[in-house]
């Protein structure tokens, strides 16, 4: 699973077999928390983020949803910028 971004101790994941895995969403990381989080609304489909982290996953997910999205859709992964 290709690592998006880095931010503040939280790695952004997503997995690239759209077929398997709808609705479209990432995979964050902070420390032995994970979390699977729907792209086009920010809501925990499965798993726990503490609320912080989860605060700023919300955040960068609506700064990237569009380029989130389209690598959803065409499979390309690329590196997004980090939360700062």
């Known amino acids: 699973m290709p690592v ?6 939280i790695i952004i994941r997503m997995y690239f077999q759209q ?14 928390d994970v979390a699977a989080v729907d792209v086009r ?5 499965e798993g726990h983020l503490p609320p912080k982290a ?10 990237h949803q569009v380029s989130l999205l389209k690598m959803w859709e065409t499979q390309e992964f690329k590196p997004l910028s980090p939360l700062e």
């Not at 998006?4 to 101790?9: K, V």
């Not at 077929?19 to 032995?32: D, K, S």
């Not at 989860?54 to 700064?63: A, H, L, N, R």
Request: no cysteine; charged share 15%.
């Open 41 to 45: 609304n920010g809501t925990i489909l």
């Open 54 to 63: 989860m605060s700023m996953v919300k955040e960068w997910i609506g700064i």
């Open 4 to 9: 998006i971004a880095r931010f503040y101790g």
């Open 19 to 32: 077929a398997e895995h709808t609705p479209p969403h990432i995979h964050a990381l902070y420390g032995e």
